[in-house]
């Protein structure tokens, strides 16, 4: 079974945005490869235009020259993958990854790349041409008019009409490539929140992946998904964003407690509510040298308890090379890597505000016992009573709080004194 | 701690519309202590305008003459109720419900009868009128213009403005009546939908009951309640009805499960999310003395093992002492009763269409183990099987069928078949 | 034909609200006998709630108890209107306003009152009562639920159900009555802006109107009304207000432009898109004995001259006995009238900035020539030229200015200098 | 003045659609010279993608390769344009119109060609690149997500960021090569419906062939532009679109009496409601050899009387070679085209059911009297009388019924007798 946890793993994006290079790829996966690998970790993912050989940050060049192979299919650029030289791809760096011990994934785009189309490039596997698969237009529900199909934020490529002759040979063709490099994780892009008018085209990627002879875990991006299609990507996808991007301030925190309620029931062997990557240590270094998250320790104790109670992907989006003791503890965590994986019927009790600040109650239960978290998600400090019937358990429990160890006993109420914006979990018997 | 477990009762609108009289009530009350009682059943509830003398089925006489006490509260109509006479109210009733070991519920409407208003009725407890705290208009959100603020459907009564002196004494007033009735239960109607011009209403209303030294559960109506106002409800009613009036034809069964996936994580001790009364039975006799549920035994099955494992209050609509030997045993099972009082953390888990047919998938636990239901709500026969890794289980596991008794072990799959609209549920070790 | 040209006349509302008596009205009706009747000016219209004894300013008691006939219809409270004394409602009142040569108006809410409603009033000629012609509820287009059908600002009435046997008798009696008394013009409110729901109801007492036996103008009330029912309006109504209450403050002069724009077309003979009463000289007196308009005699002047051009029915808001000269000149300069009278195919010809303020250009045509408006509706003073190809014209015109009867001759260009808020009006030849 | 009355013309898309070739425009400009000159019509038109070599029917090849020249405008396809060659452009047509007497007119497409933004193309006058002026993204007004800024139908062009450096270089440069060829009219597509989103760009345009040398007039498509910027269009267009296309099916037909209505008041010299090209004689050629107007000689009159009184733009979509000698008499009649010319202050005067059908009532004046146009159309035959009171005339007329020449004379009202669709249009003295 593909994900049949939560994945775990890294991603470029949050700090090189579309620049990432080879060398920076390699040393996130030895550093990988020694300090997280035993906890559980083990995607690299490359995140998106790795194909653009002029990308130098988070921005896109529009209509930049992008490198495409025979049949159109987008290629890494040499310049920024050596190793990719002589038409071999990304083989040889998945193969390094690969010699960790560690699994390797890509970002793609939706669609068929615009340069193929107004230039009649092949598609492998028949006779028709890029041209002859592009999808023009589509009409969104409700909408007077139609719109072109195309990504709203990027031009490298046009949609792709499953209709159309060659529509799924192009997909058949990208798919056999990657698993001819030995890609493990597809990030796809701009195809989730889009629903309903891509939905044909997610189902032809998500079977072209299952034909394709290798497994690879199928993400797809960008968020806010819609709620009301949970079944939809239950069916076809391993994980789907349930966010747009997610980054290192505290409204993207807060905001995605609301979120969280309305997906937790949908988390679920293969199928996960993805809540971002986390923006952790060292990010946004495309920009600044010495970009470093923004969060507190307090927010990245809230981040990390979320993510794991409500067991959304884990994928680090920080500089791995550059943590330091704090933040490589914060993912080594022996406790709370415990829980996301172990957790079953993830949810939240309530939300509601007591003496000024605003608090949140999550629980799930495992074999172990019913795990706790509390979040103080308002602006002030505050100590906070629970009666233990809000989670209606009726006697005593003992607790050991997952991120200090400690170990407390509680009668009728678990008392809790929290900074704003902190958090406690707690494993009770 | 009020409704600790999800309120078990009767209630007189399924049957008898807004006619309901002492005879009936009483003969329920006696059959329900006699078969019901043991099996954790305990509210008699006497539906609306129980103050409404010419009341004859389920319409309302608009602008009826309804009866009041001399300070604007309405009372008992005494050609229905006889033993209200003399200025008793309902305690004769409910003393006699209280002697067969019951609790006893009434349905108020919310605000201040309009007869009231326009004869400048006294109020208890303050020298304001009713024509001094009526709320006459009420702006909705988003409408250009404000509306009246009274009931659409019933014209008994104006709504109350909170804000105005005299409107906490009248409050205050009724429930200090109710209370020295001996009223266990109030079902308060057009007030639950409505929200949020209706909050500072459903609150005032809220504290008091609290505040009237009896305990009442606060049950709120008509649905459907709104979801993103879910912890205001959690906070201030015991249950609250997250559908319009629930009738025995199978679209409002079907229905209902969209309504139960959203609401699943608001259940817990004290605060229920309602899915409303059991059509089940001799029930719309205030129009066909012969008149009996539509519903089939295996859609009776269905609506009980939902709102069984949903959690839902569980509210006999039907003539109880006109049930058939099914009906009886159908509300006395006692593995059902079982999952409705112990589970946790109840959700479900999918739906999907299979061969041709619709599918619902809902797990609950308790101490005693996992709960699984299995639901056919299409339109054809079907053989399905589900791998326990949908339900996050890698290992065998015994089960029992709640309704048959039946005993069996699943390996790596859970086989069923299923008639349209039948059910299966498992206790899964 | 009954309103052949765009009525003229007095109303009671801005001066005095709820709350005009007896004697205000008849120094009103000897003030326009005499010096304003010569110029085309005559309906004296009595105000809202001219049965509510207690009435004194702009504000409505709630569920007030006001005056009714046996029948109940509604009649004037005789603290107010002391003549009618002896069940001979407006009879003596009108009969004086006839005597000078004028014409008398009241206002009417839609519906039957409340007080009826609830006390099961009888209707003349049938033996339904008020209680049976009620219409409790509405469902307006494209809402979820439907609402109350009682007017949103007043709670003086329900609304009636065309359906219903006794709603036409009910409007028949009270036309029957009101032609008995002498009445010449009906103003009704709470019935145009509602539209489509009340279509019915205007229906019904047009055609009572029609039917009662005398000539009675037909103003219905409150705007906005709508648009796209334009043809509606013209069939049932001889006016119809195009926006809520105009008052003394210049935004709403202001708007009144875009409005204009959009209805003139809808002007001719017998139908009248209504810009509302003229809210100058002393107003809102009931508040302040020494209420004056805040309009500017600028502003005096744009405002009479885009109510003439688009030949809105003039109906004075201000207590005419305290006119100064400037008001008394205002409202019978006979260039004006005359172009109220006689311009015909009104429309605006464009709306533009010029240089930092923003002009709007009108036009129409009569026997006399052509009618040419020009006025600076922003917030500088400017000097424009106007191309006289603008209006279609090619050749040179001479011209008469309305207000000031200066004459002139326009070559290619209608220059002008305008302070803010002022205006031009030119009948070229 | 460019437009001083509404433009008449030929077009060739209702018979060629994007096909036209340059023998096709010659002997139409030959039929018009010879024919139709005489009446006022004078402007020749070639319609979309005359730049598109493999272009031969009404549908658009997508991504096709359309002719460019160095500077990245878009030139005439030589195959189908042979004249053009040598870099002629359209110069040798526009000279061999002008030559007999007429006017010459091209479609341009908003925008810059996508293929010289994929291919870096040069500007004229500047060293930016077609890359760098197109405008990749554009936020609509109330939509969540921005959507590429292209036109939704057809793949020729991206749009220009008018904000760039060079794009009015662009725009510029197209039309100094426009007046170079001797071009007298642009119709400029994807630009009237889509404001305000494009209002920077018709702007841009407007001010290029304001400052290109040489009259033009400028036409803007598609409709329905919008009603609440009509002066935007006055200010910057000679003539905008009031519906999407309109064909010969009576729906079109019946459906622009509504547009009609709104827009009526927006007409005058320089600036003209566009209600489309006339579906008269033979149209739809390039799909069907024998393609004819399917309107009866009843909607043909009703047709051109409406655009006559309105004042709209009359453009030949029909090939005129073909003309019958109904079609030919159809747009010669004199005393229709007086009217078009001459009238003035056109407005629907109203519009209602009698007698189980549907008729419109409009009128205009001019120095020759006054015109009254009465069409029914709805589906029943139909007399009905018209008083004269409606035009608020008040006097006997005698009148002229322009089609036939007959005259009459009308006391109090004018009664006629029409057939479903049909029209009689009257000049009154």
Sequence with gaps: MIAKTAPMGWNS???YGASVDEA???KNAEYMAKNLKQYGWEYIVVDIQWYEPSADNNDYNDFADICLDEYSRVIPAENRFPSSKG???FKPLADYVHSLGLKFGIHIMRGVPRIAVHGKGKIKGTNKTARDIASVWVQRPGEEFRVTNSCFWNTDMYGVDTTKEGAKE???SIFELYASWGVDFIKCDDIARELPHH????KMI??????CGRDMVFSVSPGPSRLERSEFYKQYANMWRITDDFWDEWHFLYEMF?????WSIHSGAGHWPDADMLPIGPIRQCYDKNGWTKFTHDELYTNLTLWSIMRSPLIIGGEMTGFDDFTLKLVTNENILKMHKDARHSHQVWRKEIDGSEYVLWTAVSKQGQYVAIFNIGESKGKISIPLTDLEIDESVSALELWTGERAQFDSDITVELPPHATKVF???
């Design 13 to 15: 994006w949050d700090c």
């Design 24 to 26: 920076t790829v390699r």
């Design 87 to 89: 038409g071999k791809g």
């Design 170 to 172: 192009y997909y058949d």
């Design 199 to 202: 939905e044909e085209e997610l």
């Design 206 to 211: 998500s079977n072209a992946i299952k034909n």
């Design 258 to 262: 609301e979120r969280a309620e309305k």
């Design 427 to 429: 494993l009770l018997k």
